[in-house]
Structures are given as C-alpha cells and as structure tokens.
C-alpha cells in the first residue's frame, strides 16, 4: 500500500539556519504530494503542494520538489525563524482524495 | 469567515460512554474527513464522506461511527468499543472535484478517557 517515510526529529536549529526535512514516498500511479504544518494545540495548515513530476511547491519561504526518479519531496528553507517551530507532515494523496502522511517531524527554532 | 470548526476543543469522557465529537464546516465541500493523532505520530483516517448520506471506512475504523446526514456537518461518535480513544482528532474537508485536492483542517478536539 501507499506510505510516506519522513525523518524523525525533533530537528533543532538556531535562528537563519537552513531546514531540510527528507520524505520519500512509496505510491500505485502518480500521487499529487504535500507538506502540512502544525502548530501547537492547532488543526493542520496546508504549507505547499506538488501534483505533478518536477513541480515545486512554495510558500512562506518553504519549497519542496516532487521528485518522481527518487520518489522523494524534501522540504527546505534558506533561513528559519522561531515562529517556524512546529511538527511538518508529509503526505500523499492516491486515488479517492485520501491522504497518507508521515508521522511528523518536531522542528525546534531557537533565538 | 469560512472555515471548519470542531467543538468542544476538549473533551473528557469515562469509560463506557460514547461521545460525539461536532464538525462543520461552510466551504461547500463535498468530501469529509476524520483523522486520529496520536503522540509522536502521524494521522490516520477513520472515516471519510464524499457525499451526503454515504460515507466509508477509513484505516481504523473499529470502535467509531459518522453520519452524514447534511452537507456541511460529519459527526463522529466514539463507543465504548474503542478500546484506546484518548487521542487528538482532525476534521478535514475538500471540494471533491473528482481529482487533486487539498484537504482543509479543523482546529482539532483532544479527547481524553478518564
């Protein structure tokens, strides 16, 4: 079945430092790919998304390339700041609008 | 404003009990969704809804049950079947158009088993 494997944090950086989260991915066809974030106590916000091969998805500062040869969609940003503390999920969605996530990585920001 | 709300933000609940957990939402999306987070760990679907009065089965589907009953509301009931509930549920819903589409989150309820 479908699945996404995420590194596991938590991830700690100083402030301007630059993020990488790994997500590779294991899918049937040609899944569209996301990363949603969480803040503390919230619902998940959608970050960014890529639906086809090559594309980039970009928001806030955050990119991530679909990657079909490496089945992969890394997350990075050039230069984090502390309000960019919070869990980041990866996920696939198949057919049927049903998503598949990670289990999340706890990224930590400090000053 | 639109959005999806969730209520209450928490719960608590004896053992034995049902609850039922309220989601709305006024995008005017089809599809719902129900997601259980537990901690350290990713979301997994319980039940999803693409049209008024159906519904399916998620990954984990035992011990909870939804209706469907209108368009902008997909409640779900935990039983006591559930032999684990404490856990952080998400609803989401999506427009449906039959392809890609992004899911939109609630706030969330954190229920905890007394």
């Known amino acids: 079945g479908d699945s996404v494997t995420q590194m596991e944090g938590p991830v700690t950086l100083s402030e301007e430092a630059f993020l990488t989260i790994n997500c590779t991915y294991t899918a049937t066809g040609y899944p569209s790919l996301f990363w949603y974030v969480q803040y503390p106590g919230e619902g998940l916000q959608l970050l960014l998304k890529a639906t086809k091969a090559d594309d980039k998805g970009s928001n806030k500062g955050f990119e991530a390339t679909y990657r079909k040869e490496t089945t992969s969609f890394h997350l990075e940003k050039g230069s984090v700041q502390v309000s960019d503390s919070a869990v980041y999920f990866c996920?696939?969605?198949?057919?049927?609008?049903?998503?598949?996530f990670g289990g999340g990585t706890r990224v930590l920001v400090k000053p | 404003d639109g959005g999806i709300t969730q209520s209450p933000k928490y719960l608590f609940r004896k053992e034995g009990q049902n609850v039922t957990l309220s989601c709305e939402q006024n995008l005017n999306h089809d599809a719902m969704y129900w997601y259980r987070q537990d901690p350290g760990q990713g979301l997994r679907l319980i039940y999803y809804?693409?049209?008024?009065?159906?519904?399916q089965k998620g990954d984990i589907a035992e011990g909870y049950s939804v209706s469907r009953e209108k368009k902008e509301s997909f409640p779900l009931t935990v039983t006591s079947a559930q032999k684990n509930p404490t856990a952080f549920y998400l609803c989401?819903?999506?427009?449906?158009?039959?392809?890609?589409?992004?899911?939109?989150f609630g706030p969330g309820t954190r229920l905890t088993v007394l």
């Open positions: 809804s693409q049209i008024v009065n159906d519904f």
């Open positions: 989401a819903s999506s427009p449906y158009r039959g392809d890609t589409d992004t899911q939109y």
């Open positions: 996920a696939l969605e198949a057919a049927g609008n049903k998503l598949t």
